[in-house]
């Protein structure tokens, strides 16, 4: 986990609500993705950056914003179009898109 | 297009037993493989990938994995369980060129004392 920081660990949203959760690395990587980690299913990407200012949709985009303003940091926000948005999520980064990834501790959202 | 897939949703294990977790895994070109380890409500850690060259490869906490490219598997091995290695474990792969990994479903592995 060392060098990639999520926070909150934990928070609790009212559903309708918009939520960002935050993901700041000092490990001077060039790519940053979001996974959603539900029980049974392992991981599903949601986004991915490879360079400042570009990202790219993954495999379960829908409700789900990204920004990419600074090579340390990269916010997800899960909107109210979200329709099942209690989940563990999971920022990760890599050298580049040829490496391995390195994970942060995660989110745990509740939605009620 | 590419896929990983781990067959054993548990595996239990006797303490000092050798264990093994299997991954198999498709893709269209060369493969770039990988194991993770998840400790619970915590981050994925890295424990070893296979690029190139030889088929076994050694990771961390005395993790190994061997590449059989006939069989297009990728297990996990380890000769000795230790109680401290249970946990949930992740294959996954990514096809040369490609710039996302595929993760599989995980793998529960319990050591029994």
């Known amino acids: 986990d060392g060098g990639i920081t999520q926070s909150p660990k934990y928070l609790f949203r009212k559903e309708g609500q918009n939520v960002t959760l935050s993901c700041e690395q000092n490990?001077?990587?060039?790519?940053m993705y979001w996974y959603r980690q539900d029980p049974g299913q392992g991981l599903r990407l949601i986004y991915y950056?490879?360079?400042?200012?570009?990202?790219q949709k993954g495999d379960i985009a829908e409700g789900y914003s990204v920004s990419r303003e600074k090579k340390e940091s990269f916010p997800l926000t899960v909107t109210s179009a979200q329709k099942n948005p209690t989940a563990f999520y999971l920022c990760?980064?890599?050298?580049?898109?040829?490496?391995?990834?390195?994970f942060g501790p995660g989110t745990r959202l509740t939605v009620t | 297009a590419q896929s990983v897939a781990q067959p054993e949703d548990q595996v239990n294990v006797a303490e000092g037993n050798p264990l093994t977790v299997k991954c198999t895994y498709s893709?269209?070109?060369?493969?770039?493989l990988f194991w993770y380890v998840q400790y619970p409500n915590r981050g994925l850690q890295f424990l070893l990938k296979?690029?190139?060259?030889?088929?076994l490869v050694k990771g961390s906490y005395g993790f190994e994995a061997e590449f059989n490219k006939s069989q297009t598997s990728f297990h996990l091995k380890k000769p000795s369980a230790l109680v401290s290695d249970s946990a949930l474990y992740f294959c996954a792969v990514r096809d040369k060129g490609d710039d996302k990994i595929i993760f599989g479903k995980g793998t529960r592995l319990h050591i029994l004392p």
């Open positions: 950056s490879q360079i400042v200012n570009d990202f």
């Open positions: 990760a980064t890599s050298r580049t898109a040829s490496y391995e990834q390195y």
């Open positions: 490990l001077n990587h060039d790519a």
């Open positions: 893709v269209s070109g060369n493969p770039y």
């Open positions: 296979y690029i190139t060259g030889d088929n």
